[in-house]
């Protein structure tokens, strides 16, 4: 008697994989100034263009009560805290990107919950949470990933968060690498595929696969009831 053979389609098992959005939370990644005005010291090419659906998003999230979490890059000026191919750069370049206490650093603010925040750099790169709302916090992240080094799982675990919503810059790094690792943590995953920046065919594909479901900013805020 043969063995059954594997299927790598995880649509015939959706009581695993299917989003709960009335416990969920959103996750925006690096939607800093330095990353997506144009013009700004690392600028990633079509982030600015998806902001207002990243908006859209945010403030549907916060309609609902639930959970909105930042996470943000904070690079020293001397590179130390940098991943190791960013680190030359950064010290050659003497700093100047996502830097602490600079205008760079901060999160866009089309996204912020007010025009006067301030992101409290001592705090975030000690490893703590910054609460901006009754339901919105910022995690600094020191890599790619926003589970690595970070309390994000346990802030979620404590929250009955079992799912989550990516949005942000840029999917090759940070949302991809941050996806990834919520799939191996066994959260429900969905990505909103018009408020990402770089996304492409292969990647929504790959995602697929292992389970992500892809839609778009409507379709995201209909499941909230909005």
């Not at 998806?50 to 979490?69: C, F, M, S, W």
């Not at 750069?89 to 760079?104: D, L, N």
């Not at 919503?165 to 090759?172: D, I, L, R, S, T």
Request: a negative charge; hydrophobic letters at 40%.
């Amino acid at each position: 008697m043969g063995s059954r053979p594997y299927s790598h389609n995880l649509t015939l098992m959706p009581e695993y994989t299917a989003p709960r959005f009335l416990s969920s939370a959103l996750i925006v990644i690096d939607m800093q100034n330095d990353f997506v005005l144009p013009g700004a010291s690392a600028c990633v090419e079509g982030t600015s263009a998806v902001v207002p659906q990243v908006a859209e998003l945010v403030n549907a999230y916060r309609q609902v009560g639930l959970p909105v979490i930042h996470i943000v890059r904070l690079y020293e000026p001397d590179g130390t805290n940098a991943d190791l191919c960013r680190r030359a750069h950064i010290q050659q370049a003497g700093g100047g990107i996502a830097e602490p206490g600079t205008e760079g650093a901060q999160i866009v603010e089309a996204l912020r919950p007010s025009p006067t925040l301030k992101l409290d750099t001592a705090s975030l790169l000690a490893g703590h949470a910054q609460a901006v709302g009754e339901h919105e916090f910022i995690f600094y992240k020191p890599r790619w990933g926003a589970f690595y080094g970070t309390a994000l799982e346990v802030f979620l675990r404590e929250h009955g968060i079992d799912t989550l919503v990516f949005a942000g810059c840029n999917f090759p790094n940070c949302p991809r690498t941050s996806i990834y690792e919520a799939s191996e943590r066994d959260f429900r995953l969905v990505l909103a595929r018009d408020a990402v920046s770089q996304l492409y065919p292969k990647g929504e594909e790959e995602l697929a696969s292992i389970g992500v479901r892809l839609m778009g900013v409507g379709a995201i805020r209909a499941e909230l009831g909005l």
